[in-house]
């Protein structure tokens, strides 16, 4: 049987994950990711698909994140109607996610057609609300270890750490076993529980996010607990800018274990963002997949006061009791993080905590450069509160995480392929593969295909 693949995203950059394998007559799409970031980025999403949709058997997603699952809409407006496998979680997550996309890219398209900036008239989105329910429908859930036909193929999901219900896809077919490791999570992860150890891969598809960082090894419990006994000591509050998956639930375990030791004060700590509220309840609904049991969660859920209601979140703004908010957006380009910001980021008392990656551009990457004013809402607010940062709540394994998942494979892959980082991180991780383990590496361009003999 003739094995090909083929790399149409996350090749030289981190987003548009999309791999096209070919097992003999079975057609199967491994991720369907939105490009993200930058705009000659972004509009590769418009650009024609280079295959035929229609002939897909099967799309097998890792995780819900975007950068894997946000296509899948426009997928299906260029003709596929076939199955999407994924683990139960991701079904979950992509429910609360791909609705949200649809809304920001109808938003998008409402903006362009207000200002007249677009190109086409009238300007369409990307996909709709509408095109976003009809793609949830093709979602099947498969379980972790089972082994599962589709075609000429067989297909197995196992945890990969990172977030709720991510997983490596090995996909076996005609005497050999292609491997997509999707994105890896950390070994010591608060919340996730560590990647689980493969050990046979013909051909390996790897990300390389961190393939040339190490994370910091600092005790992240001790950081935060200081940063926000300073805060309070200057009669300061702590606003939390956090993506609702992942990131806002592992501060809400560690914001609620230090308060329950009594390592800071006992002040409320708000979850305003209810999409974030959503996804912690899928938390409780999936606790058999994490680190945390059923009654630590429903203790986390009930340690914190969730805002829903949009009012209610702008009346937080007029009280300047110490407090605890996280809120949407995690790199502040939109969300009620803004409003927070207007209210409480001219005052040198409080503080903004940024917990992760804020790509060049942002609101996040300016502030963490050092401004001192902010454009939000048409108005330049003046930002005199601390900005502090902890980097090591990353879902990613740096390179030496990485290699030490490899190090359990038992016989060397032909060829792993570097994917999902900067041309840097990638080129990086090629070199730690080739020298300590001596295997073949390479960093596939965009486009490029491959045969598996
Ligand atoms: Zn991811």
Redesign the pocket.
């Known amino acids: 049987m003739d094995l090909s693949l083929r790399f149409l995203g996350a090749a030289g950059t981190v987003t548009g994950s999309r791999y096209l394998l070919r097992c003999g007559a079975t057609h199967l799409l491994i991720d369907c990711g939105l490009f993200q970031g930058v705009k000659n980025l972004r509009q590769r999403n418009w650009r024609p698909l280079p295959f035929d949709a229609a002939r897909i058997d099967a799309v097998l997603l890792t995780?819900a994140?975007l950068?894997?699952s946000g296509y899948l809409p426009r997928l299906l407006r260029e003709g596929f109607h076939a199955p999407v496998y994924c683990t139960a979680a991701t079904r979950a997550l992509a429910q609360i996610l791909l609705p949200d996309s649809a809304h920001l890219q109808e938003e998008d398209a409402r903006r362009a057609n207000r200002y007249g900036y677009s190109r086409h008239h009238p300007a369409e989105p990307l996909y709709t609300a509408q095109q976003a329910q009809q793609a949830l429908a093709l979602l099947r859930p498969a379980p972790y270890y089972h082994s599962l036909r589709i075609g000429e193929a067989r297909v197995r999901f196992t945890p990969a750490g990172?977030?709720l219900g991510?997983a490596c896809v090995q996909i076996e077919a005609g005497g050999r076993v292609v491997t997509f490791s999707g994105?890896l999570g950390r070994p010591h992860d608060p919340v996730m529980r560590p990647p689980e150890a493969l050990t046979r891969a013909d051909y390996l598809i790897l990300e390389s996010t961190y393939g040339d960082r190490l994370h910091p090894q600092t005790d992240v419990k001790a950081a935060l607990a200081s940063i926000i006994n300073e805060t309070f000591a200057r009669g300061g509050l702590l606003m939390i800018p956090a993506f609702a998956v992942g990131r806002a639930q592992d501060l809400l375990h560690l914001l609620t274990g230090l308060r329950t030791e009594g390592a800071i004060p006992a002040v409320p700590i708000y979850l305003d963002s209810p999409m974030a509220i959503d996804v912690t309840e899928l938390f409780i609904r999936f606790h058999r997949e994490h680190r945390l049991s059923r009654e630590q969660c429903e203790a986390m859920a009930r340690a914190v006061i969730y805002v829903r209601d949009q009012e209610a979140s702008r009346r937080l703004g007029g009280n300047r009791a110490p407090k605890i908010i996280i809120a949407g957006a995690g790199m502040l380009t939109g969300g009620r993080i803004l409003h927070h910001l207007r209210s409480f980021g001219a005052d040198h008392r409080n503080t903004l905590l940024i917990t992760g990656y804020q790509a060049p551009g942002t609101r996040g990457a300016a502030l963490l450069a050092g401004a001192d004013t902010l454009r939000i809402y048409g108005e330049d607010v003046p930002i005199r509160c601390a900005v502090a940062a902890i980097d090591e709540l990353s879902?990613h394994a740096d390179y030496a995480e990485i290699s030490q998942w490899l190090s359990h494979f038992q016989d060397a892959p032909r060829t792993v392929f570097l994917t999902h980082g900067e041309p840097a991180a990638a080129d990086h991780l090629r070199g730690v593969v080739q020298r300590r383990f001596g295997w073949n590496a390479l960093v596939p361009e965009l486009g490029q295909e491959f045969a598996l003999d």
Request: charged share 20%; no cysteine.
């Open positions: 995780h994140h950068d894997h990172h977030i991510a994105d879902a």
